[in-house]
């Protein structure tokens, strides 16, 4: 992970310098450190599942596999910043969102008209460049022609895949109340399967140049269950995670009402006063620790935690099971064992 996050990390560095140089003008800079700082930190596990699917089917170190891959990461900051646009999230990993900090830049420039209003589109500006550039980045990886267009069915599946996401999360919360499947079909389509799946079969694809049964096998066998405990882990984070490693308020899905499993669970389990209460302050934007420690409170003690963590082990322990079967590398084998267990019990 070390050698591949370094590899990573250099062709982001090489792309966006060349794209948006660091010396260019004054006017683009507060774009390029918004999308320096975004792409600074994350875990690189969608690189990771890509480049290990590239490795289980074949493929060599090569540094085209290392620039594809990493174009993943530029999707995926694509979709935190539009994610905390529409969440009205303040932090991303401990800093402001980029639509809070290009407000902070409009209110100290004395500039006219809304702050909020100029962070905000400033940026989905940025999360749209971002988008270009990981399609960009993508075909231009230095991998050979035809591997691409083998695989790229699968990249536009998934872009799609995300952005319906999206909009199911946004009808999820529109409509109120919700049920553990409907949570499950949001996070399988916002982030399970382009986190987990579909950068893995990206990679198994792109080394193989075709799709093979086993493939599909694999990436709904490993990939989805991978995937479906990943956002589980997220959901639960959300509500119980330590600020210090999450980089985000305690609680913060709370606030903003975010309908997960986890959620879902809860209100099926709880007794009608609890689960009143539930909805009353769940989606409050001002919910204090008070409140948070209510909806805690409640969320443990209806089981809902104990079970989700449960799902977790029950996903990881089927995903694992499935990985065995498939005709991967042994080296492919191990490190995606490995990439499984550190997806669904990280802690940021």
Same mark, same amino acid.
């Given at each position: ?126 999360? =749209? ?10 075909? =231009?990886?230095?991998?050979?022609? !035809? ?30 109340? =919700?049920?553990? !499947? ?167």
């Amino acid at each position: 992970m070390d050698t591949l996050r370094t590899q990573v990390e250099r062709a982001l560095g090489e792309f966006v310098e060349r794209r948006l140089p660091a010396s260019g003008e004054s006017e683009f800079a507060p774009l390029r450190t918004a999308a320096d700082e975004l792409l600074s930190g994350g875990k690189r596990l969608r690189p990771a599942f890509c480049y290990w699917g590239w490795r289980g089917a074949g493929g060599t170190d090569v540094p085209g596999i290392f620039t594809a891959a990493a174009s993943l990461e530029l999707l995926q900051a694509s979709a935190l910043v539009h994610d905390d646009v529409m969440d009205k999230s303040d932090l991303r990993r401990g800093m402001p969102s980029a639509h809070r900090r290009f407000q902070a830049l409009h209110e100290k420039s004395g500039w006219h008209g809304s702050g909020e209003q100029f962070g905000e589109g400033a940026a989905i500006l940025l999360g =749209n460049l971002l988008l270009i550039w990981s399609g960009e980045m993508w075909r =231009n990886s230095g991998l050979p022609p !035809e591997s691409l267009a083998a695989a790229q069915p699968v990249h536009d599946h998934m872009r799609s895949e995300l952005m319906c996401g999206q909009y199911l999360d946004l009808l999820e919360q529109a409509h109120g109340e =919700n049920t553990f !499947e409907s949570a499950l079909r949001v996070a399988l389509f916002k982030s399970g399967k382009y986190s987990v799946e579909q950068p893995l079969r990206l990679g198994l694809v792109l080394a193989a140049g075709e799709v093979a049964p086993w493939m599909d096998e694999l990436c709904t066998g490993y990939g989805t269950r991978v995937g479906i405990a990943f956002q589980l882990r997220d959901d639960i984070l959300g509500v119980f995670g330590d600020p210090a490693q999450t980089g985000k308020p305690a609680g913060d899905d709370l606030r903003e009402g975010k309908r997960t499993m986890l959620v879902a669970r809860t209100l099926a389990a709880a007794s009608p006063g609890d689960a009143a209460t539930v909805r009353h302050l769940l989606g409050d934007p001002d919910l204090d620790g008070r409140g948070v420690d209510t909806l805690r409170q409640i969320i443990d003690d209806t089981g809902a935690l104990q079970e989700c963590e449960n799902l977790i082990g029950d996903y990881l322990g089927e995903a694992l099971a499935a990985l065995d079967q498939a005709p991967v590398t042994a080296e492919a084998r191990s490190a995606l064992t490995d990439l499984a267990i550190a997806a669904t019990s990280r802690k940021t």
